[in-house]
């Protein structure tokens, strides 16, 4: 699980650095085979959406970490990253409120990242 958590953290900062809003980390990892950690993001418009994309799949890729499956780039309204241990969710708010990710995952553990970032320093 150190791969997918420093994919993850990656992915986290590359968000951030695009000013990604409300930034959730799930740890699902003891409640779904589909990854360790599911990110939620969202942007303002699609341009930030898809520039968010873009930051995270350079951040991962440049580590070394391929991005499996990429959907919904175009419409820039829900943009899913899959890089196996990590998928990544970057919405519109309109559409992150519609679909609100985070109630239908609520059994994965919330990462405070913020808490995290200071363990680290």
Not at 17 to 36: N, Q
């Amino acid at each position: 699980m150190e791969r997918s958590y420093e994919m993850m953290k990656l992915a986290y900062d590359a968000l951030q650095e695009k000013k990604g809003e409300k930034i959730s980390v799930l740890d699902i990892s003891d409640v779904s085979v589909i990854a360790d950690y599911f990110l939620i993001s969202h942007g303002e418009n699609i341009n930030q959406v898809q520039a968010m994309a873009d930051a995270v799949q350079e951040s991962l890729e440049k580590h070394g970490y391929m991005c499996r499956q990429v959907e919904g780039y175009l419409s820039g309204n829900w943009i899913l990253l899959d890089f196996g241990e990590i998928v990544v969710h970057i919405f519109s708010k309109e559409e992150r409120r519609f679909y609100d990710l985070e109630r239908i995952w609520r059994d994965g553990k919330r990462i405070d990242m913020e808490n995290e970032s200071k363990k680290t320093e």
